[in-house]
């Protein structure tokens, strides 16, 4: 009888053994998981952040070529106006309209 109660506390205390050692293990699976995720989706998130700068940088430096070329456009119709007398401002202004678009 007293051998019986020793295996059974045996086999009780190795099953135990057993599910701690498992749960520590599960445990440090998933910690591990976590950290491999967490280091992707900053990864991802520093990417998205360059795109979106550069982006900004494309867009603000595409407004100011536009602008460039638009003040050019300004000033060119602005001397000819100056130049020309008034009768013939519209026409030129008409002209120049439509070769620029």
């Known amino acids: 009888v007293l051998s019986k109660a020793a295996i059974s506390l045996q086999r009780f205390t190795r099953g135990f053994l057993a599910r701690r050692s498992y749960q520590q293990a599960l445990e440090s699976v998933l910690r591990l998981q976590a950290w491999g995720r967490?280091?992707?989706a900053r990864k991802a998130c520093r990417a998205l952040r360059?795109?979106?700068?550069?982006?900004?940088i494309q867009t603000a430096y595409r407004r100011h070529k536009m602008r460039q070329q638009y003040q050019a456009v300004l000033h060119t119709i602005t001397q000819l106006q100056v130049s020309m007398p008034s009768s013939w401002s519209c026409c030129a202004v008409r002209v120049l309209s439509a070769v620029t678009c």
């Open 38 to 40: 967490g280091m992707l």
């Open 50 to 56: 360059q795109e979106k700068a550069a982006t900004t």
